[in-house]
């Protein structure tokens, strides 16, 4: 450290910006105070924007053009109020000609940035917050005030458009736009199942931007250009300037700047005869980014992409000298890395160590000829495409490998969202242990005759390494406990239930107007718990905002959930829906049951049973049989009510009056999410809810909740929650004690 001033330095920066992001908050971060547009409007109103485009991004039907030192103007006010605003971004038609660099003038109806709204989705608001962007607008009215142009910026976003055009009419959509994300940062349009086929394998990381891109072009024209002029410094301008300009072609993303100063540091020293310190080139990353973009320490990218190079500029020497360095490399990576990627994405591809060996070697082959062999394409040389080919060979075989290995049993390891005490924990021991084996090998090379013995010590810091494992992926905390979910899904219906003994069961699953739901919403929660199966899933009836989700967990279930048994209501109140859902579990090898009254699920002291409908009951199929659970654990007790509605929650109300007089309920889900036509004054009088929880979507076209039941529930003193408010409505029960949240 004394000598590397430089490296102190920059850890104490770092030390500082730490600090006060997690300390000192929004008091000295800026980027954490809500921002003027925060502040003054308010989610739909039409604001008047004016402001310059400095990113274009364009899609098949839209196109988004982000916008820097916008003014503002509330035009629907009485008292026209204006104000500045850093970053916005509007989505206009693709056919408006916009270019980086032109003044903006628009109109258009304000949308904000959404939180997550269950543990473990994707929180947009954060995602964007980052970047100072605090809302966006979808165009009614847009013109070009001033047509400047950044000339050099509008020519490298034209040549990275043309570039993907000519990789697309050389691969083929699908791998053309493959390689078009890992050579030019461009994502939008790669095939999502490609996508998340990559992720869940482990080899994502290839699809970003990354020191290998950067280091493959900046020191590739570094070296040539030397050798060309013989001087290191004319050699070094001339990378430097390269990279630079291929950075501002593709985006100043976390990893591009980390690369990107890492190479400065590289060829800065060549120029000025220094030696290199890769640790203080990457505390100098570290710094630049996080000075630049301090919420950076919020993002997963941030701490993958520096943590991989911290593996190998620091743990991978440890291994130095053993055989395949290429696996150690992996295992040195993998292991520095894992608590952040189960932080942030809850799993761990279990093959990856292996399946990296053969997909990173073939890289800098595959970068080499996709950069050689495009260049080829737009000089009109016919060999060009001879390259380009073997690109999508290797394409191919990556695709291949990745889903032999997803068809390997325990492909992946969901352990769900580790506690910060977890990571520390997990970074101590796996520190104690790579000291350890430091210097055990040390020892080991100054005496030969030792062997024998540091054999039997190694198993020392293997065992450091397992405990750091276990503690890692080990939910503590959840034994014993009941734990109760009710998902914000939207318009739509989703309960979670963890038993005391650990076993998983999903209560309907679908929404009216979220897309993807089971996707998006409830695969990301169940992973976050450490949900890799789910041991049941009940649906109360065939509407399409309660299975919708259902069905795309079934067919994610290769990389997303697997369910074990699908539990329907009684044959006779099956409808077309029903039965289409039944079929489609079948096929994909998932067991379906069908249960009645008195039938139901036990697990230790909790029991998940069903009331109604039964047999003979005079019912139509749909919301009116919707099927009716009760959950109980101790003297806990709560109704799951689906729909019901009409003829179906009279007859609850017989049976919950005639059979169940001295039973009260602490929890009610509310049916049909709060409608009017359920939850009745009578049946409210049975079932005597001190709580009450109803799902429904924000700003639903139903008007759900409906102020009558409201107020039914209010006149009885039940106190209710709603996800529509502030998202997902949570509930466990351990010791004899409730607790909502």
């Known amino acids: ?100 660099g032109n003044a903006i003038r628009a ?81 939008s349009e790669m095939d999502p199942d490609t996508k998340e086929l990559y992720q869940a394998s482990g080899i994502g990381h290839i699809l970003a931007i990354s020191g290998l891109h950067l280091s493959f072009i900046g020191i590739g024209a570094y070296r040539i250009f030397r050798r060309m002029t013989g001087s290191y410094t004319a050699g070094g301008i001339a990378g430097i300037l390269l990279l630079v300009l291929y950075v501002m072609m593709i985006g100043f993303t976390v990893s591009a700047v980390r690369a990107l100063v890492m190479f400065l540091f590289r060829v800065g020293a060549d120029m000025t005869g220094r030696h290199y310190d890769p640790p203080t080139a990457l505390a100098a990353a570290a710094a630049a980014v996080l000075l630049w973009r301090p919420l950076s320490l919020y993002d997963g990218g ?24 290429g696996f150690w490399a992996s295992v040195s990576i993998n292991l520095t890395i894992l608590p952040a990627m189960l932080f942030y994405f809850f799993e761990f591809p279990s093959y990856s160590l292996l399946l990296n060996l053969f997909v990173i070697p073939l890289m800098s082959a595959m970068l080499f000829l996709g950069l050689l062999g495009s260049a080829a394409y737009a000089a ?53 242990a790579l000291v350890f084996l430091r210097r055990l090998r040390r020892k080991e090379k100054k005496k030969a ?57 999903l209560i309907d699953g679908g929404s009216s107007d979220i897309k993807k739901v089971g996707q998006y919403r409830i695969e990301p929660f169940l992973k976050s718990r450490g949900v890799g199966k789910l041991d049941y899933v009940l649906i109360s009836h065939g509407d399409s905002d309660h299975i919708n989700g259902v069905a795309d967990l079934i067919e994610r279930r290769r990389i997303g959930i697997e369910i074990g048994t699908l539990v329907l209501p009684m044959r006779e109140v099956w ?8 079929d489609m579990a079948g096929r994909a090898g998932i067991q379906v049951a069908a249960i009645g009254p008195g039938q139901g699920i036990q697990e230790k002291d909790m029991s998940l049973s069903c009331i109604q409908p039964a047999k003979g009951d005079d019912i139509l199929p749909g919301n009116e049989a919707s099927m009716v659970l009760s959950l109980s654990s101790g003297k806990f007790d709560m109704l799951l009510t689906g729909d019901v509605e009409g003829d179906g929650e009279e007859l609850l109300t017989e049976r919950l009056t005639r059979k169940e007089q001295a039973r009260t ?54 106190q209710i929650y709603s996800t529509q408010d502030k998202g997902a409505v949570m509930i466990e029960v351990k010791d004899g004690k409730m607790t909502i949240y």
Request: proline share 4%.
């Open 302 to 325: 941030f701490w993958l992409s520096f943590g991989a190079v911290f593996a190998v500029i620091i743990v991978l020497p440890i291994f130095k000298g053993l055989p395949v360095q």
């Open 380 to 432: 009109g040389i016919p060999i060009a495409v001879f390259g380009l080919k073997i690109c999508k060979a290797i394409l191919w075989f990556y695709e291949k490998c990745c889903e032999i290995g997803m068809g390997i049993p325990r492909a992946r390891m969901i352990a769900g969202k580790p506690r910060l005490w977890q990571i520390a924990a997990y970074y101590i021991l796996l520190a104690a």
């Open 449 to 505: 005759s030792g062997m024998e013995t540091a054999g039997r010590i190694r198993i020392i810091p293997l065992l450091a390494l397992a405990a750091g494992i276990f503690i890692l992926t080990f939910r503590f905390g959840e034994a014993g406990r009941l734990s109760v979910t009710i998902l914000d899904v939207g318009q739509g219906d989703g309960i979670f239930i963890q038993g005391p003994a650990g076993g998983t069961y």
């Open 665 to 718: 309920w602490e929890v009610l889900k509310v049916a049909h999410h709060g409608s009017g036509n359920s939850t009745s004054e009578l049946f409210l009088q049975g079932v005597q809810p001190a709580f009450a929880i109803i799902s429904a979507g924000e700003q639903n076209s139903y008007g759900h909740p409906h102020q009558e039941t409201l107020s039914r529930l209010k006149e009885r003193g039940t």
């Open 107 to 187: 109109t258009g109806e304000l949308s904000f940035f959404q939180n997550a709204r269950n543990p473990g989705n994707f929180d947009q608001k954060l995602y964007y917050q980052r970047q100072a962007i605090h809302g966006l607008a979808w165009a009614k009215e847009v013109e070009v005030a001033d047509d400047s142009v950044w000339k050099i910026r509008d020519w490298l976003a034209g040549f990275r458009s043309q570039w993907k055009k000519a990789l697309i009419e050389a691969l083929g959509e699908k791998d053309g736009n493959v390689l078009s994300a890992m050579m030019l940062g461009e994502k």
């Open 575 to 582: 409808d077309e829906a029903l039965c289409s859902l039944a």
């Open 1 to 100: 450290m004394k000598n590397r001033p430089l490296l102190c330095t920059c850890l104490i920066l770092l030390a500082g910006v730490i600090l006060s992001v997690f300390a000192g908050g929004s008091a000295l971060i800026r980027q954490l105070r809500p921002s003027p547009l925060e502040i003054h409007a308010k989610q739909g109103e039409v604001l008047a924007i004016t402001g310059q485009a400095y990113k274009i991004e364009k899609k098949e039907k839209h196109q988004a053009v982000y916008l820097k030192n916008n003014s503002i103007l509330q035009i629907q006010k009485d008292q026209k109020q204006s104000f500045q605003e850093p970053n916005f971004i509007l989505y206009t038609d693709p056919e408006i000609q916009i270019h980086i």
